[in-house]
């Protein structure tokens, strides 16, 4: 079992930035591809960013390619996603997601993943 808690969430203005945080207990969330995934208020879940298994390449939805960076520490078995130059339309419940068994290729999946947090509410203002 993976236990995955997210933190970072809160207020901020268009353009400005947050660093959300996932950390792991239970299992060492080296040998798992970790996906953030994002859901607004009447819509459907949607990717954001993975870092893979192994040798941590990574993979990004459209809206976050160039804006948001996702990162690992496993020491601290820890994963991070930096978001900068936010738009109100990031605004989200923002999940990290634990897969033991994401085929490169499929990490946009939500189905790929067997543990999932409890979210972190982000919020940008215009």
């Known amino acids: 079992q993976v236990q995955l808690i997210e933190s970072g969430g809160g207020l901020v203005q268009a353009g400005g930035s947050l660093g959300l945080s996932c950390a792991a207990s239970g299992r060492t969330l080296s040998g798992y591809t970790i996906g953030w995934f994002r859901q607004a208020p009447g819509k459907d879940r949607e990717f954001v960013a993975a870092i893979r298994r192994g040798g941590g390449s990574t993979a990004y939805a459209d809206s976050a390619e160039g804006r948001f960076t996702i990162s690992r520490d496993n020491a601290k078995n820890t994963v991070y996603l930096q978001m900068d130059s936010l738009k109100p339309e990031d605004t989200a419940d923002y999940y990290c997601?634990?897969?033991?068994?994401?085929?490169?290729?499929?990490?946009?999946?939500?189905?790929?993943?067997?543990?999932w947090g409890q979210g972190t509410p982000v919020t940008v203002s215009s």
């Open positions: 997601a634990a897969g033991w068994t994401v085929a490169t290729g499929t990490e946009s999946r939500p189905s790929r993943y067997e543990y």
